[in-house]
């Protein structure tokens, strides 16, 4: 019985720790990708992730879609794209407010990096899948 209550308390505090709504733009069902790899680590760490691709799919309980939905409380956007396909959605990750926004390698961006920090936005260069498995998330 104490294992169990033990067991549940970890849980929640796991949970608690989580939970940085993420959008994973660029995101693939191919799970040779590193956003696919990207959104199965963040649902490990019980964040929940929205996903924008070039087609729909699906990872895990993640539907992949190819609209730029409205979405609320969104903490992180993480990059998937190269600067090229990012410029049709510089209004789009700006209009969502995020707090920060990652650019994984090979999505360096000079110009979305600047329109961020003049949004209030915080830009990194980074890999998600490093923060996530260091605890830097």
């Known amino acids: 019985m ?3 209550h033990l067991s549940e308390q970890v849980v929640i505090k796991h949970m608690e720790k989580g939970n940085k709504k993420t959008l994973v733009l660029g995101a ?3 799970p040779s990708r590193y ?3 990207a959104i199965n680590s963040l649902r490990r760490h019980q964040h929940s992730v929205e ?3 070039r087609k729909n799919g699906k990872v895990l309980d993640v539907d992949i879609t190819t609209e730029k939905k409205p979405l609320e409380t969104v903490d992180t956007v993480t990059l998937y794209l190269n600067p090229f396909h990012q410029k049709e959605y510089y209004e789009y990750i700006l209009s969502l407010r995020p707090k920060r ?3 994984n390698p090979g999505t360096e961006n ?3 990096y600047g329109l961020a920090k003049n949004n209030g936005i915080q830009p990194l260069e980074a890999c998600t899948l490093v923060m996530l498995s260091t605890g830097q998330y």
Do not use: H
């Open 2 to 4: 104490k294992y169990n």
């Open 28 to 30: 693939s069902e191919n």
């Open 35 to 37: 956003s696919f790899l």
């Open 51 to 53: 996903a924008i691709g």
């Open 101 to 103: 926004i990652i650019f």
């Open 110 to 112: 000079p110009e979305l």
